[in-house]
């Protein structure tokens, strides 16, 4: 879990629908058992903030479960991948992860988030003994190893929307009825909170996201975001198993304050400015090296190279998009327009580069054809979603690449008008 774009790949595990734990999956008890047990239980949330690095940046959630008559305080963690599965490289591969239901002695593992100085929140539960006695059963039960490999995904069944779920299933659906409101944006958008001043990054999970992630979402699809459950949480009141309308929040604790982590943004900042410059810079790059690649041979093999450079890279994207829509369960991605103004048009630029690089005749001629149908088909896309024909979170992906295609297509106008010898008509003499 140490690489930058493996991870981002990672955290893109499939999404479908959202989903509550079935009826079969609850606990079997003798309402007095529960009632006198339960009574020993205390049951928690460790809400963890966000890191810096990708695969942490969207924080953390565990129950924590404290046992005063057995003198026992586990956590229980869901957020745990199974590294030792012999299949794990091809599962990885086709976007199917197996997760884990870690048990753990919280007093080793708490600490831990408090060394990488991030935010840790204590969340002090008031449950009955009944509903105490239904999660720390559930929990102790679905931690054995016969039961504790789980199918992620990260916007349905991940460590946070589990917990949520196990929470939902002890208030008897409550939590699942009253969530069922909408947000003011979208599960893309509310991903990009998360991913303030990591232009990069968010520029390609953007790019690889597709349209199940762009309707307004509602409180319960959100709380795949372990903060989202504490927002709702903190402020949600249902009736207990013993008729009581109450909050089930009696207090948090601040354990710590990370300070220069991740900034959870209210909205998430704008990024289609930078996308612009960072096009202009790259395509304007391009057009110089193509304007004046006519008249030296140097230029007009670094104009080939960083043809080949630009094409190489938009092809792996190219290639990607493909990949994750056809060959993986990563249904997040289906739907994803990259493909669209990322076209296999660059697989063509890719090896046309290299005929420009030796001064290929035609290659100036095909260059200019593809650069142009590619700018034509990015216009013609803008145009679209601005008209709202299909959505696409600012556009970040497609205001990158049209300045790109559009400046090298006119640097490579400018040098073949260049290059063309003038006609002169010639002038009858009169008798």
């Known amino acids: 879990m140490k690489k930058h774009f493996l991870l981002i790949f990672f955290i893109l595990v ?121 999660v720390a059963k559930y929990l102790e039960n679905n931690a054995k190893p016969v039961n504790n490999i789980y199918k992620y995904k990260f916007f349905k069944n991940n460590c946070s929307t589990k917990i949520r779920d196990i929470l939902d299933m002890a208030t008897n659906g409550q939590i699942f009825d009253k969530s069922q409101d909408k947000t003011k944006m979208t599960i893309r958008e509310h991903t990009f909170r998360y991913t303030t001043k990591k232009f990069f990054s968010e520029w390609f999970l953007d790019y690889i996201m597709g349209t ?100 190489l890279v938009l092809t792996f994207f190219f290639g990607i998009s493909i990949y994750v829509q056809l060959f993986t369960e990563l249904d997040c991605t289906y739907g994803n327009l990259g493909f669209v103004y990322i076209n296999p048009l660059v697989i063509a630029l890719l090896i046309d580069s290299i005929f420009f690089a030796v001064g290929a005749k035609k290659s100036r001629g095909t260059a200019l054809i593809l650069l142009g149908v590619m700018s034509l088909v990015s216009i013609v896309m803008l145009i679209l979603g601005l008209l709202g024909v299909y959505q696409q979170y600012e556009f970040t992906n497609l205001l990158t690449v049209l300045p790109i295609y559009l400046l090298m297509f006119l640097g490579l106008v400018f040098a073949i008008e260049e290059g063309k010898p003038v006609k002169v008509k010639k002038i009858k003499k009169s008798k």
């Open 14 to 134: 499939s999404f479908s629908i959202f989903a509550q734990i079935p009826l079969e999956d609850y606990p079997q008890f003798s309402e007095s058992v529960a009632k006198n047990e339960g009574g020993f239980y205390d049951i928690q949330l460790a809400v963890i903030g966000p890191d810096k690095p990708i695969y942490s940046n969207w924080g953390h959630i565990a129950v924590l479960v404290k046992n005063r008559k057995l003198d026992t305080f586990y956590s229980y963690d869901y957020g745990v991948f199974n590294m030792y599965d012999k299949d794990f490289t091809k599962k990885f591969l086709r976007g199917r992860m197996d997760y884990l239901c870690y048990k753990n002695y919280a007093d080793y593992t708490m600490p831990v988030y408090t060394i990488e100085n991030r935010d840790v929140y204590i969340v002090n539960l008031d449950l009955t003994n009944k509903e105490k006695y239904v």
């Open 212 to 311: 199940p992630l762009n309707h307004i979402a509602s409180y319960w699809e959100v709380m795949f975001l372990p903060n989202e459950v504490l927002n709702f949480l903190e402020d949600f009141k249902y009736i207990d198993s013993n008729g009581n309308y109450k909050k089930i929040v009696a207090s948090i604790e601040i354990v710590n304050y990370g300070i220069g982590k991740t900034v959870i943004e209210e909205e998430p900042s704008p990024s289609w400015i930078l996308a612009i410059l960072l096009g202009i810079v790259v395509g304007a790059v391009g057009a110089v090296l193509f304007l004046f690649s006519s008249l030296k041979k140097g230029v007009r093999i670094v104009s080939g190279m960083y043809l080949f450079v630009l094409s």
